[in-house]
């Protein structure tokens, strides 16, 4: 074998591009088009860490999550895009609730309350940002959970495939079998649900001799070796776990072709091996070929000459990060002829470490852990972390199942198609890892370009037709009562509140338009709009609704398969009031649409976003009876009984309390459409033609509610046919309208019972699956942080895991477990 030296300086494609803009040479285009790719159209990537390494809760429980949002090739935390779109999706593909984060840094955190009575099922987080929706084939987030329900109702099938084969693929290393040339063939055997599955065989040419034994080495995939003879052709005779028995065809031979072959057996190097058969030998001898070695933004380019059969090259593998390496032969021309993906494993990324200041606690006892984040060079690193500790005792983790930052990061978010247990090459590197991972890359293809479409020009996903979010915008029109617009009008948009900020000005156009930009926007906020138009002109201010995010898109089968592990948390849930974070007692804003989910039957035929469902409420008015009034408090007065209004604001009766000033009231809890908008909030901003049922909640119906639903709850739920109409705001005093836009959702804090662990102040039992979540731990300049938090009940082992990233994009992962005596 001859090694071949490059004939060409290698370039960081990111820079001197202009050795590669030569007129009529197909791959300097191609070279500069992938330049303008990753440097003008830089793609954005989101994970979620949840505060599970197992998708699986119960109804009633929350769901908590920080989000890391990367940008191009190295993972740098985005500078692009500020806002973060979250949505909880059903079993069906329906939109159930969507929230709004604020990223800082590239990241931010969120949670979704599940509703005790939420079907159990398969449910999906899916995260974007609207840059991400240019691209061909989104990259968005998802990921699977599955849901119990106490009760043990709706129960879930399990998936079936009735009629669907077992099915076994090969995959020539480099794209195709050269005859007379040796060959490494990758293989996959897929089950009839989708998932690998082991088999057996031989590989037999058209004489009925074998020519190689076929063993599965993992999750269906393995490898044989033989080389190809030419006019002969070749099957595989296997056997699947299942035991049924197929006879396969293998890809046709080739004649006259060359191979690639790409080795990281010794994690040192990086081995490259170009092979071309006789007939193909003499007909391109002294030609000049192209090598195209890519990875994370950086290009090497090689330009060896077929003066050999064989030609090698070895690289150092330090010289590459650690990920997934895209390696490339071209003719002279630039016609692709061999392609191979590797996976370079290198001492590189993030080095956590956990330590304790005890190798054990007791239940209840307070826990201080001290994290210490450095990088490859052994240097301190200031990052930004989210950590996690559940009870092992309750559900044993397996690492192979999770959804890693590194897993997703380097791995799935990168290549094409479904992966298997994507952290199993990632929890534990080993020798047999580093296989099974070489194995994984043999079958699968690489999502970011391809180098055929970079030859004709930037491909079509870098069209831009979103821009980057950097805020949320507070937009809307005036009309006058008889619709006509309101043009050249100026509008005030004056935020309520000390930290709402300035009040900002716009003026109308001649459609009677405006918009404020860049307004920093909070669940819940209020604002004042102020129109300058005569007294007498009675005007309507229509606020225009948040935009519609990207269609969903039906979800793998394989990955709705519901997680029974989701049922065994219920059988050890306790009752909801002895302090588990619940629907029940821990409730900040509801998040489910009522009506794209399905709530348990009950004998009142009306409409409800209560959280209890229809029934479970102390008196219900419905919109006939006040749809003509010019105020909601107006029409609802006298009706609710108990319940007086002042200035739109709702309060029960009995909801007095005495201090030193006299009696003072407190306004009760206002949930519209199952959204939170807090204590105090004006009932009038809302148009009572709109409203289908107002329920009143007292006592033990509104204790699902929490401490919030104490002063009483007012569940508001709209009509059906108001559900896409754009928020109408109605005229407080001439020109001026009080407005409540969608905003920026803030994250409730993870719950924990309040007791003394000396004292033991918590009688009732606190058997936590989650025992700790936070989102939001910074490491110091010395790469230190520190923690501290109450364990639980239960005895046994408690699982630590952080994840996180520095500034420039480097990500970890570190497990620590202790015991709990």
Sequence with gaps: MKKFILSL??????????????????????????????????????????????????AGETVYFKAYVFMGERHEPTTLSNVLHVDLIDKNDVLLHTISLQLAGGTAWGDFLLPDTLPKGVYRVRAYTQWMRNAKDPNYFDQFLSVGTVNGVDRVAGNTAGGIKPDLQFFPEGGSLVAEVPSKVGFKAIGTNGLGINVKGIVVDNEHREVAKITSAHLGMGEFNFIPELGKTYQAMVAFADGSQYTIPLPAVQQKGITLAVNTDDPSKVSITIRANRPYYKENLNKKYELLI??????????????????????????????????????????????????????????????????????????????????????????????????????????????????????????????????????NVTGETRA?????????????????????????????????????????????????????????????????????????????????????????????????????????LTIDKAAAGPAITPADP????????????????????????????????????????????????????NIGGPGHADFVVHGDQFKNIPTLSSGLQGILPGVVFNGGVAYLNTSMTVSKGGQQANPMLIMIDGTNMRAGYNVDILNPAEVETVELLKDANAAIYGIEGGQGVMVITTRRTYADLQAISKE??????????????????????????QSNGVKAADNRTTIFWKPDLI???????????????EKGTYRVEIQGTDSSGNIGIQVFRYKVE
């Design 294 to 427: 890519y990875r994370s933004g950086s290009l090497k380019r090689y330009s060896p000459v077929l003066d050999n059969s064989i030609l090698g090259l070895d690289l150092p593998a330090s010289g590459f990060p650690t990920g997934v390496l895209k390696v490339t032969l071209m003719s002279e021309t630039g016609e692709p002829l061999n392609e191979r993906l590797v996976f370079v494993q290198n001492p590189d990324l993030l080095n956590l470490s956990v330590s304790g200041s005890k190798p054990a606690y007791a239940t209840r006892d307070s826990v201080g852990l001290n994290l210490s984040a450095k990088d490859k060079d052994g240097s301190p690193v200031n990052g930004s972390f989210s950590v996690s500790v559940v009870d092992e005792s309750k559900i044993l983790v397996n690492e192979s199942e999770e959804n890693s930052i590194l897993s997703y990061m380097l791995l799935t978010s990168e290549l094409k198609g479904r992966i298997e247990k994507p952290n199993f090459y990632f929890a």
């Design 558 to 609: 394989r990955d709705t398969k519901y997680n029974a592990t989701a049922d065994i948390l219920a059988s050890l849930q306790n009752n909801p009031g002895q302090g588990l974070p619940t629907a029940s007692n821990n409730v900040t804003s509801m998040v489910i649409n009522p009506e794209k989910m399905s709530a348990a039957p009950s004998k009142y035929n009306y409409r409800s976003s």
């Design 732 to 757: 407080m005093s001439p020109g001026i309208f009080s407005i409540a836009p969608a905003g920026f959702y803030k994250a409730r804090e993870f719950y924990v019972p309040k007791y003394d662990a």
């Design 9 to 58: 300086a290698v370039s960081l494609i990111f820079f001197q591009s202009t050795v590669f803009c030569q007129n009529g040479d197909p791959i300097a285009n191609a070279i500069s088009n992938l330049k303008i790719l990753l440097t003008d159209h830089l793609s954005e990537r989101a994970y979620l860490h949840f505060d599970r390494p197992y998708g699986c809760y119960v």
């Design 779 to 793: 490491t110091d300049s010395a790469g230190n942080a520190s923690f501290n938090y109450i364990n639980a009940d």
């Design 436 to 540: 099974d991972l070489d194995m994984l890359m043999l079958s699968q293809g690489y999502r970011r370009f391809d180098w055929k479409e970079l030859e004709n020009g930037i491909p079509a996903q870098a069209g831009a037709a979103f821009s980057p979010e950097k805020s949320l915008d507070i937009s809307g029109y005036l009309k006058t009562k008889s619709g006509d617009p309101v043009p050249n009008c100026v509008v005030t948009l004056i935020p309520q509140g000390v930290n709402g900020g300035a009040p900002q000005v716009q003026t109308t156009d001649n459609a009677g338009e405006f918009r404020f930009a860049n307004i920093f926007v909070a669940t819940g906020m209020k604002f004042i709009l102020k129109a300058q138009t005569p007294a007498s002109k009675k005007l309507v």
